[in-house]
């Protein structure tokens, strides 16, 4: 199993860039696909992007062409570069893992994103 820890928020204006780190802990992390998610207040945790074990990666409508989820596994980092950063992309950012065939259920206290003038 491996523990993960997001890091990188911050406070920007719209427009302006941040990237978010996952430092994840533990063996095999190149084994395991990793997801970013997102909760604004009083909304439900979406999902944002995501990067398999293969590299490939996947991203929410929403934020195609704007974000760029990667990682480095001599690191054991996974990656988001939001560029172009939106009021609507406030909110707490946690990143997950999959490990065998289910995404992980327990929640680190992820890292705040605020955009806004």
């Known amino acids: 199993q491996v523990q993960l820890a997001e890091s990188g928020g911050g406070s920007v204006q719209p427009g302006g860039s941040l990237r978010l780190s996952c430092a994840a802990s533990g063996v095999n992390f190149s084994l395991y696909d990793i997801g970013w998610y997102r909760q604004a207040p009083e909304k439900q945790r979406e999902w944002v992007a995501a990067v398999f074990s293969s590299g490939r990666t996947y991203y929410e409508d929403s934020v195609k062409g704007r974000f760029t989820i990667s990682r480095d596994n001599a690191k054991k980092t996974v990656y988001l570069q939001m560029n172009s950063l939106k009021p609507e992309d406030t909110g707490v950012y946690y990143c997950?893992?999959?490990?065998?065939?289910?995404?992980?259920?327990?929640w680190g206290q992820g890292t705040q994103v605020t955009v806004s003038s």
């Open positions: 997950q893992k999959r490990y065998g065939s289910a995404w992980g259920t327990y």
